[in-house]
Nanobody, 122 residues
Framework: GRLVESGGGLAQFGGSLRLSCEAS????????MSWARQTPGKGLEWVSA????????DYADSVKGRFTISRDNAKNTVYLQMNSLKPEDTALYFC????????????????WGQGTQVTVSS
C-alpha cells in the first residue's frame, strides 16, 4: 500500500490548513485511519483517528475542538482540517493505517508516507 500526504505549508497563528492523505494499493474502506505528528527530537504523537466508515472519531486533548478528521472512501482519502492553529502545532504530519486492528482509536498504526510539513508562525 501507499499513503501520500499533502496540504501542509506555512500558516499564521489562528489560521487554518487542510491536510489530505490519499491511499492506494489496499482496500481503504476496510481500515480505520489516523493522523500523527512528529517534531525534531520528539517521538511520533498521535493526533486523531477515524473508523472505517467515518462514524466515529477521536482526538488528542491538544487538538480537540480545533482539528476535525474526516474521510471519503470513494476517493480513498482521509483529511485533517486544522483550525485555530498554534505554533506548537508545527510538525511533520503523517497519516496511518490500522493494519491489524490494534490501532483504533489510540493504538498502533502503520505510517507509510513521507508526511507533510506544517509550520505555524506566531
Amino acid at each position: 500500500g501507499r499513503l501520500v500526504e499533502s496540504g501542509g505549508g506555512l500558516a499564521q497563528f489562528g489560521g487554518s490548513l487542510r491536510l489530505s492523505c490519499e491511499a492506494s494499493g489496499f482496500t481503504f474502506s476496510n481500515y480505520a485511519m489516523s493522523w500523527a505528528r512528529q517534531t525534531p527530537g520528539k517521538g511520533l504523537e498521535w493526533v486523531s483517528a477515524i473508523t472505517r466508515d467515518g462514524s466515529d472519531t477521536d482526538y488528542a486533548d491538544s487538538v480537540k475542538g480545533r482539528f476535525t478528521i474526516s474521510r471519503d472512501n470513494a476517493k480513498n482519502t482521509v483529511y485533517l482540517q486544522m483550525n485555530s492553529l498554534k505554533p506548537e502545532d508545527t510538525a511533520l504530519y503523517f497519516c496511518g493505517v490500522d493494519v491489524d486492528g490494534s490501532g483504533w482509536p489510540r493504538g498502533i498504526y502503520d505510517y507509510w508516507g513521507q508526511g507533510t510539513q506544517v509550520t505555524v508562525s506566531s
